[in-house]
T-cell receptor, first 113, second 113 residues
Framework: NAGVTQTPKFQVLKTGQSMTLQCAQD?????MYWYRQDPGMGLRLIYYSASEGTTDKGEVPNGYNVSRLNKREFSLRLESAAPSQTSVYFC????????????FGDGTRLSIL | GNSVTQMEGPVTLSEEAFLTINCTYT??????LFWYVQYPGEGLQLLLK?????DKGSNKGFEATYRKETTSFHLEKGSVQVSDSAVYFC????????????FGKGTKLSVKP
């Protein structure tokens, strides 16, 4: 069972470069999410997609864009990377229904120099 | 607003010691509550959940009871092992259709042999 797959696992960028982080889930989940994890901050929601064709801002959307390509795939784009975007990025998905948990990928570790 | 407060770590225990990690929440309505575990270099994994008051979630020897009167969801384990060393996150789903989670900042547990 693949679950939630994120690519790449590691990436180093220079300031100003652009990058797309890919996420795919094979559980037929309706909702998908992008988080960033920074030391001492827990997880913060960047964007989410409640269903195919919709996207909404989370807590920290500035500097990011997303695309819900289809039900399986939800990508996160950094148009002009900044050092403050150095972080670990997690994608998650969730089935419909009260009390359903989110399922997480293994993360993308992104460093911006 | 909705929030989760989790005891700060790190927590260091000897093998076979009793573990408690405190988690309290603020929420309107009837949230679902979750504990996630993150092992080094990995994504978050669901450890247990509870969807209504007085529910007890349990998994792998860990337990937590949803206490509405004290707005708490403390994580406990009677005898920890070295393999339990990880970061533990308490999370709240406040019941919106999006299934968005609010996370505590995480508690790092180290278990020494």
């Amino acid at each position: 069972n693949a679950g939630v797959t994120q690519t790449p696992k590691f990436q180093v960028l220079k300031t100003g470069q652009s990058m797309t982080l890919q996420c795919a889930q094979d559980m037929n989940h309706n909702s998908m999410y992008w988080y960033r994890q920074d030391p001492g901050m827990g997880l913060r929601l960047i964007y989410y997609s409640a269903s195919e064709g919709t996207t909404d801002k989370g807590e920290v959307p500035n500097g990011y864009n997303v695309s819900r390509l289809n039900k399986r795939e939800f990508s996160l784009r950094l148009e002009s990377a900044a050092p403050s975007q150095t972080s670990v990025y997690f994608c998650a998905s969730r089935a419909l229904g009260n009390g359903q948990p989110q399922h997480f990928g293994d993360g993308t570790r992104l460093s911006i120099l | 607003g909705n929030s989760v407060t989790q005891m700060e770590g790190p927590v260091t225990l000897s093998e076979e010691a009793f573990l408690t990690i405190n988690c309290t929440y603020t929420a309107t309505g009837y949230p679902s509550l979750f504990w996630y575990v993150q092992y080094p270099g990995e994504g978050l994994q669901l450890l247990l959940k509870a969807t209504k008051a007085d529910d007890k979630g349990s998994n792998k020897g860990f337990e937590a009871t949803y206490r509405k009167e004290t707005t708490s969801f403390h994580l406990e384990k009677g005898s920890v092992q070295v393999s339990d060393s990880a970061v533990y996150f308490c999370a709240l789903d406040y019941g919106g259709s999006q299934g968005n989670l609010i996370f505590g900042k995480g508690t790092k547990l180290s278990v020494k042999p």
